[in-house]
Structures are given as structure tokens and as C-alpha cells.
């Protein structure tokens, strides 16, 4: 059986960042995961001293924070600041634009629109920048009993899929005077998605490897199942199945923006033995 790896895959800029910051900076604490992959933060945990904190509560106890790549919110930032904690900030410069966006058009009056889900960290500490308020939407669907204003901007999560992002673009232009519209889904999340799309049409069985919590990682899923049903997303090489790869001919392998090369070559070498 062949295998073959995505033209683009595994860490990007933003996490690859954090890591280092967070491998200069031992004994502190990162509030929220700092990426979304256990494997990883287990590493940094077990050979650099770095915690995690879930519970924002229990911030107050800690002497030295990371920010996480997602960011937090506005509030928590300035209570950490309050507390004379020392911040070290591996917030992704990616999801920082975002941040400013909301922050400075709400205070021109837009109404902010954000494309992602709100239950997700970065998306939360987005939205708090806005000084009136964000909805947040994950399809057009839930436009439809919006009521608009004559001045809206539109921002997306930055591991979205840019083709939903235009549509949902596409549906808000008509309702409003103005929209200002600020594609904010980072190079490394098109590339990856374009690079297993096209990888994904050529193999009979896929395997995505990231944290089954991570946005971009799903997306990749997603976009692979499309094309390849028999697609599995997995975190390491424990979980792979032999069966998977009976009367295969092409094996594909991506991985999510949060998925390090060493998890990556594990999986290799297992599906080699099985």
C-alpha cells in the first residue's frame, strides 16, 4: 500500500509560535489548552513545567500566564493584567486581527457579524471585543431573522471554510447600505483544506490526525469524508484500526494546524506495521 502525505499539513506559524514561547517560558500556567492537541501540551506539561488552567477562577492563583493561541477574552485579559500577573502572550497573530477588527469598526458603529462557532474559545474572546455586542452565525440559515442594520462588518473564525464564508457574505451584502467584509480565515487553514481536497480524490482511505476538539482539524475531516468515505480522524497511533487499510491501494495522511511531526511519524510507522 502507498502513502501519501498532504502538500500542506501539521503545524502552522501560529502554533508553531506558541510552542516556542511556551518552551521559553517554563513553570507557568496557559490559560485554556494552549493548542488543541492533549498529546502535545502533555509534552510541554511533562518536560517544561507548563499548566493548564480550564477554570478562568483559579487565574488569580498563578504568578506566570500564557495566553493561549485562541486568545481570551477582553475582560479576563485586563483581570490578569489587575492581579500584577505576568503575561506572556502566544495569542496567534492571526486571531489577534480579528480582535482589532471587531474592536475598532463596533466603535465606528458597525454591527459586527462573526462566522464561527460560539462556543469556541477564539470565537468568545472575539466577540468581546466588540463594544456593542457580536451575533455569531454558522450559516446563513441563521441570518434569516436578523435584523440589520445600515452599516454591518463581517469577520470569520479563522479555521472556516472561505467557501461558507462567501456565501454568507453573498447573502448579508443585499440586506444592508454598507458592508465591510474582512476575510480573516488564515493562509495556513486554505491551504491545508485545498491540499487534502485534492489528496482525498485520489485515495481510498484517509487518516487526519488532530484533536478531535480542534475546529480546523474537524474541517479537514469533513472536506476528506466528502471526497473519501472511508476517512478517519484520529489523535495518535493508538487508536488506528488494521482493518482500515485491508484491499486499500493509497493511503492519504493530513493533519490538523495543532498536530506536531512526531505524532505524525508515529502514525506513519504504525500503519506501515499493520
Request: net charge positive; charged share 25%; aromatic share 8%.
Amino acid at each position: 500500500m502507498q502513502i501519501k502525505l498532504a502538500q500542506n499539513y501539521g503545524f502552522c506559524f501560529g502554533v508553531k509560535r506558541a510552542i516556542k514561547i511556551a518552551e521559553e517560558s517554563p513553570n507557568s500556567t496557559t490559560i485554556g489548552p494552549l493548542i488543541h492537541n492533549n498529546e502535545e501540551i502533555n509534552r510541554l506539561k511533562n518536560s517544561f513545567n507548563v499548566d493548564t488552567i480550564h477554570d478562568y477562577s483559579k487565574a488569580k492563583n498563578i504568578k506566570k500566564a500564557i495566553i493561549r493561541t485562541h486568545g481570551i477574552t477582553k475582560d479576563n485579559l485586563k483581570d490578569l493584567k489587575n492581579n500584577n500577573i505576568d503575561i506572556v502572550d502566544a495569542t496567534c497573530p492571526f486571531v489577534s486581527k480579528p480582535q482589532k477588527i471587531c474592536e475598532e469598526m463596533s466603535a465606528k458603529g458597525y454591527q459586527i457579524i462573526i462566522f464561527g462557532d460560539i462556543k469556541h474559545p477564539e470565537v468568545q474572546g472575539v466577540m468581546s471585543y466588540s463594544k456593542n455586542g457580536a451575533t455569531v452565525i454558522l450559516d446563513k440559515e441563521e441570518l434569516k431573522n436578523t435584523a440589520f442594520q445600515s452599516k454591518v462588518a463581517v469577520i470569520s473564525q479563522t479555521t472556516r471554510k472561505f467557501s461558507e464564508f462567501l456565501d454568507i457574505v453573498n447573502f448579508i451584502i443585499p440586506k444592508c447600505k454598507e458592508a465591510r467584509v474582512f476575510n480573516t480565515i488564515c493562509n495556513a487553514t486554505f491551504e491545508n483544506q485545498e491540499a487534502i481536497r485534492a489528496l482525498s480524490l485520489e485515495c481510498d482511505v484517509m487518516i487526519i490526525i488532530g484533536g478531535k476538539n480542534s475546529s480546523n482539524t474537524k474541517q479537514l475531516y469533513a472536506i476528506s469524508k466528502s471526497n473519501c468515505f472511508d476517512s478517519y480522524l484520529i489523535e495518535n497511533e493508538q487508536e488506528l484500526e488494521k482493518k482500515w487499510f485491508e484491499n486499500k491501494n493509497i493511503c492519504g495522511i493530513s493533519a490538523g494546524a495543532s498536530t506536531p511531526d512526531w505524532i505524525i511519524q508515529k502514525v506513519m510507522r504504525k500503519i506501515k506495521e499493520l
